[in-house]
Each structure stands twice: as structure tokens, then as C-alpha cells.
């Protein structure tokens, strides 16, 4: 299995952490978002991915591009340690809570956007900062209150062992820490995130423990 | 079931389109996004989905959020007429062309996030648009490529019968033309989207077909 990952990547972040929390070995192939005017855009890479975008995992058939997709398929090829829980319900609110994240609040501090905001609007440092702040602060606060009234969070956002929830929030944490997010209003994420940091499976996934980290 | 839903949101739309083509019956329950400061933050709803998100879904239990959540769910527990391919690689394909939309598109032209633009960062009307533009053509661009180079388009996204992928593409049309994209780029959606607009199921989860329509 070959994964097409940047270190600094919060969706290739959320797949690593899944391939190691099921044990699965993979070969990372780096793919520099900030090259050659970004080699993910290149045709060597819309080869892989048609649609330019990481991460993208090969595992023998087409590419398979998003990285909640890629977790969903490998947790159904490989259902050992399951990545999602028995029950739909569950199964329901851990892609609530994933989506949550991705969808809601991760794209709107991408990369790509965050250079608009600097190169066709001017928008200063500072108004970038509160960018990211106000929608990292409104998912992070959505999270909390979903991990807050609810019975089923537990040493981990649903139950004792990590899911394609804490995948997705580890990521986002240590974007948060990195662009400074006072992380005092959400103590359950807190929590949760220190449980995760302990485990291998996120210590493997880091940024700073991967190959092509700067 | 109840349906909590806006008529113009467009993860509720999907969510209609979905329950309209698994032939569920539903309550829909409108909640309206711009009046009280939007009804989505108030007690009332938070107590439904403490996220304060559309849409969310009660079956019974502690209510769903998120769109692609809840259509997973319906799907799982109402397993005719599916919504995702029988095959692992299958499925992979559909989620990641759903999320191309829910993750990196719809998101960037959200309501709250135009507010900002507008409110806070004092963009002109001229540049609002162009942001949209920018965010939209981007992700269907991206789209229409996963579709262009897979034999596995069929009459709608993936094959002769609507899936998730469709669900998610209809409403970001309909987006799209709201804000007058022009979508001859994308010769793959404008066709896949003329087939789905001639399904009653699409056509009755319409915005203006909505009790709440303004």
C-alpha cells in the first residue's frame, strides 16, 4: 500500500494515524504542497489523484483520493481493530463528529484559502490569525458540546478505544496549538487529545516524525 | 422521523434527496437560518443537536447531525435501495466525490462565512462573488476530473443508479447557478445533473418545493 502524504497535511495526518492504529504497514510517497507551485497540482501526481488533492492511497485499483474515504475503506478491507463502531448509531455519531471537523472546519483554514486571503484580498497577518481563530474556536465548540452531552465519550471521543473521530481531532489539535488557539473552553478535547498523544498509533502519524518533515 | 431542515441548506437538501430516493417518509421540522440570529444557536435546537448544525435527524434515539452521517446511517438501517456501491473500492469512490463537495467546496460558501466575509473583513459584493466562484469552480473542477477518467460513470456518478455522490452534487449545482457559475467547463455534471433533475426524487427535495420556501 502506497500513501501519497505531506507531513503538514491534516488530511494525510487523520489517514497515517488510521494506518497505524490498525497495524498497517504502507509506503509513504511525499508530495510537496508548496513546490513547484505545488506538486499535487502537477500531472505527475493528477496521474494518481485526478482530482490534485491529498491524500491519496494505492492499494492495487484506482487511487483512492479524501482522506474519510480512504479510513472507510480500510476499515472495511481490514475490518481488525475497527476504526468505527458495531452498533449504526455509534457508527453515525463518530462521522458526526469526524465530519465535523473536516467538513466544517478544517477547509476553511487550508492552505489554499489562507493564500487568498493574503494574495487576492490583502488581508493582514493579524485578520488571517482571527480567521482561523473564529473557525477553529466554532468547530472546536461544536466538538466540545457533542463530547460534552453525551454518555457514550469516553477515555476517547466515543468509548475507550480511538476511532476515525480521534483521527480527525488529533489533527486538528495540533493545528490549533500551532496558530496559538487558547484550547482552555474545550477540557474534553483536551482531555481526549492527551490520551491519543500517549499512544504510539499518533505519536508515528506526527508531522515532525514523518520523512519529508522540514 | 423528523427531518430538522432549511429549505435553501444545501446538507439538508441532500439529506431530502437521499430519504426521497430510499422512498422514506419523514416530518420535516424547518428551522430558519437567518431569523432570531439564527433558530440553528438557539436553546430549542441545541437541545436537539448540541452542535447547533442543519440538519439533523431524529430516529428515536439522540438525534444525528451532519449530512453524509445521516445518509450513512439511513443506508445502514434501511439497507433498500442503496445509496453506496456493494464493493469496498466502489464506496471508496462515491465518499470521496461526496466529500469533494461537503468537505472542499460547499464549505467555503456557507452562509456564516460570507457574513464574515462581508461583516467583518468588509469585502465587496464584487469580491464575495469572486471568492465563490474561486471555491466552486475548484471543486468541481476537481469533480468533474474524477468523473472524466473513471469508466465507472455511468448515467449518474458512479453507474445507472443515483448514489450519494449525486445527492451531494444536485444541491452544489443548484448553489452554483444561484451565483450564476458557468458550468460548460463541466460537461459530466451539467449531464449527470439534467438526469437527476428528471427523477421525482430530486425534483420534490428542491429548495422551492419546501414547506418553509420562501
Not at 452498533?87 to 492552505?111: E, F, S, Y
Not at 489562507?114 to 490569525?129: A, C, P
Request: glycine residues 6%; proline residues 7%.
Amino acid at each position: 500500500m502506497k500513501l501519497y502524504t505531506y507531513f503538514r497535511s491534516s488530511a494525510a495526518y487523520r489517514v497515517r494515524i488510521a494506518l497505524n492504529l490498525k497495524g498497517l504497514a504502507y509506503d509513504a510517497v511525499p508530495v510537496h504542497l508548496l513546490r513547484d507551485g505545488g506538486e499535487q497540482l502537477q500531472p505527475a501526481y493528477r496521474a494518481v489523484n485526478p482530482a490534485g488533492l491529498l491524500p491519496a492511497l494505492d492499494d492495487g485499483g484506482a487511487a483512492i483520493g479524501q482522506s474519510l474515504a480512504i479510513i472507510e475503506y480500510l476499515d472495511e478491507t481490514r475490518p481488525d481493530l475497527p476504526l468505527l463502531p458495531a452498533d449504526a448509531a455509534g457508527r453515525a455519531r463518530v462521522r458526526a463528529l469526524a465530519l465535523t471537523i473536516a467538513a466544517d472546519t478544517h477547509p476553511l483554514g487550508n492552505l489554499r484559502v489562507l493564500k487568498y486571503l493574503t494574495g487576492v484580498l490583502n488581508v493582514t497577518e493579524e485578520q488571517k490569525l482571527a480567521w482561523l481563530h473564529q473557525w477553529m474556536s466554532a468547530g472546536l465548540a461544536s466538538f466540545e458540546q457533542l463530547l460534552a452531552t453525551d454518555t457514550r465519550t469516553g477515555r476517547y471521543c466515543h468509548g475507550d478505544t480511538p476511532t476515525l473521530a480521534d483521527c480527525c481531532l488529533v489533527p486538528q489539535v495540533f493545528n490549533a496549538q500551532r496558530f496559538q488557539l487558547d484550547l482552555s473552553p474545550y477540557p474534553n478535547i483536551v482531555r481526549i487529545h492527551t490520551a491519543c498523544a500517549e499512544l504510539p498509533a499518533f505519536q508515528q502519524a506526527h508531522p515532525a516524525q514523518q520523512p519529508d518533515a522540514e
